[in-house]
């Protein structure tokens, strides 16, 4: 029987599903989000989003303080997980919505661009093991609403010198899954 203080000692996380995959990103199982991010983890789906506007500058969100991994980090936009059945456009949809109140008239089309492993451990906190898809898209819009409990600050950087002169944005600690997109991203 759990107690009231039981309840509000367990995170949001623990409420949520995400999609257990194998490295080749083929779905095997439905886990609970908490599970898949402490202790070793468990490999699975997600995304992260990289937003543009049509003079190469990228649009980083700053974490809130209060994420459970990586807050106050700075993000390549939004990165999440898709549930069963959804798919990665749909999720970045749902996310730059629901994160920094872009909608879909903002944009036409969210590219997948790339797909990669990675695990992270972070702090005494937890783990990212996971799949992670790359989905790209330009703003024609760039008028936003963030909401603070999702995001703490938004920046409009030059895309082409962060890539090239990572060192130069040290003080900002990106996180390590935009890292990754970023390096790998060639175009």
Same mark, same amino acid.
């Given at each position: ?63 809130? +303080? ?30 730059? /919505? ?5 909608? +879909? ?12 492993? %990675?695990?992270? %451990? ?43 002169? +990572?060192?130069? %944005? ?8 935009? /890292? ?8």
């Amino acid at each position: 029987m759990s107690t009231e203080s039981d309840d509000a000692d367990v995170h949001p996380n623990a409420g949520q599903d995400v999609v257990a995959v194998d490295a080749d990103d083929t779905e095997l199982e439905s886990v609970n989000r908490l599970d898949a991010h402490t202790g070793d983890g468990i490999r699975h789906r997600a995304f992260t989003s990289l937003v543009f506007d049509g003079e190469g500058n990228i649009l980083l969100a700053q974490r809130a +303080p209060d994420k459970r991994l990586w807050g106050t980090y700075w993000d390549g936009t939004v990165a999440s997980h898709p549930v069963e059945g959804q798919s990665q456009e749909a999720a970045t949809r749902q996310r730059l /919505e629901e994160e920094l109140g872009v909608t +879909p008239d903002q944009y036409d089309d969210v590219e997948l661009t790339d797909r990669f492993e %990675y695990k992270r %451990y972070f702090e005494n906190a937890g783990v990212e093991h996971e799949v992670c898809a790359v989905l790209q898209l330009t703003l024609d819009d760039r008028s936003l609403d963030p909401d603070e409990s999702e995001v703490a600050g938004v920046m409009w950087v030059p895309y082409d010198r962060l890539r090239e002169h +990572p060192e130069w %944005y040290r003080q900002l600690r990106l996180c390590p899954w935009f /890292e990754i997109a970023m390096r790998r991203d060639r175009d």
